[in-house]
Structure formats: C-alpha cells, structure tokens
C-alpha cells in the first residue's frame, strides 16, 4: 500500500540557516511527489513536483527538492530560510493507479527564529 | 484565473444537522477531489468525481457521507447528522485531466460541530 512519512513532526530554524525536511515513501513503482505548503488558516499551496526526469527540481520560493528511488525519499531543501517560511509543509504521493488520489504524510511544523 | 473556491469557509453545525460544503473548480478543470484533514493529522483522500460522476468514492465513511459534482454547478459535499467527530478542514482540490496528476487545492472549509 502506498504510505507517505515525515519523521519529524516540528522543526524549528534560524532566520538564514539552511533546511531540510525529510519525507519517505513507499510505493512500488515510481510515483508522482509533491510538496504542498500550509500557512495557518489556509489552502494547500503547491511547492513543487516530481514526475520524471532530472531529480533535482526546483520550486517556487527557492524551495528545491531530490528525487533518490534507492532511499525513497524526496526531500524537501532551501539553502537559507526566510521567516515568511513558517508554516506546515505536506509531503504527498500520487499516481494514476491509485485512482489518482494522493496520498499525504503527516506533515512538518516549521517555525523560523530570528 | 480565479483558483479553487470552496465556501463557506467556516461552518458551525449543531450535532445532528446536516452540512453542506461546495467546491468550484478551477476553470477549465473537470477533475475535482475532496480531502479531510483533522486536527494534527495529514489530509486524508475521500472522494474523486467527475462531471456528473463518481470516480472513486474509497475514502469517504459509509454513512451520512455523500458527494455529487453535477453538470452545472460546484461540486458538493454533504454530510447528514454531523457529529462531532466530523470536526475537520474539509479541502477540495481540482486537475484538468486524468492525465495531469498535479491537483491545485482551494482554501478549504472548516467544520465545527457542536
């Protein structure tokens, strides 16, 4: 079964520090990744997606992520995080064999100090 | 290019009482998706339709639960004698085809049950 994890529920980050948010899939072929990104109160924002190709891509908000089928991960970078980050962060996984709904992890609170 | 509209965006229900939450699409979208999210937790797949058809319906309760996306119209999603497990952000997401995989989420609807 398809199954999406984020390990660490919260992380908390200086203003200008680098970041990494960790997600791990399980799916038997290779799917379609995603980060999404919440701030409080609302809607899901697309970040970035994976279909095929180069796994480096890039997103909006200087946001990029990597593709490694032999971890299975696809995580989540930017090299120096702004205060305006801070919000939840939704790794998802999807594809058209699995009646094209997503699959979503828990999530990763982030909060930026300054 | 307005994105997805869901209203209302907050709703307050008595135990009982039934809700009734609407979805517009993105133009030129006919895919529309409907996602829960409860508290602390990721968003959950519930129903994926079509224009005047349901898709895939796995993820929605057996119960009290319905969804419809007519010819003319958003789409809807109702839920008879709410309790007060219902309590969640309801989100609606949209594609334009079954070939794009990327959904666009609107701002969601938040149920509170009483």
């Known amino acids: 079964a398809q199954s999406v994890t984020q390990p660490d529920i919260h992380i908390t980050v200086s203003e200008g520090a680098s970041l990494e948010l960790r997600c791990n899939y399980s799916?038997?072929?290779?799917?379609?990744l995603f980060w999404y990104v919440q701030s409080p109160g609302q809607g899901l924002q697309l970040l970035l997606k994976y279909f095929s190709g180069d796994t480096l891509v890039q997103g909006i908000k200087g946001f990029e992520a990597e593709f490694k089928r032999s971890q299975s991960s696809f995580n989540l970078r930017k090299p120096s995080v702004h205060w305006s980050d801070a919000a939840e962060y939704f790794c998802a996984v999807g594809a058209k064999d699995t009646g094209n709904q997503f699959y979503f992890g828990t999530g990763t609170s982030l909060t930026v100090i300054p | 290019n307005a994105g997805v509209m869901q209203n209302p965006r907050h709703l307050v229900r008595r135990r009982g009482q039934e809700a009734r939450l609407r979805c517009s699409p993105m133009?030129?979208?006919?895919?529309v998706y409907w996602y829960r999210q409860l508290p602390e937790e990721g968003l959950k797949f519930m129903v994926y339709?079509?224009?005047?058809?349901?898709?895939?319906e796995s993820g929605m309760p057996k119960e009290r639960f319905s969804a419809e996306f007519p010819k003319e119209g958003p789409s809807i999603l109702r839920i008879q004698q709410v309790v007060r497990g219902d309590s969640a952000a309801y989100f609606c997401?949209?594609?334009?085809?079954?070939?794009?995989?990327?959904?666009?989420f609107g701002p969601g609807t938040r149920l509170t049950v009483l």
């Open positions: 339709l079509q224009k005047e058809n349901i898709i895939d």
């Open positions: 997401a949209s594609s334009p085809d079954y070939s794009t995989d990327t959904q666009y």
């Open positions: 799916y038997g072929a290779t799917p379609y």
């Open positions: 133009k030129g979208h006919s895919h």
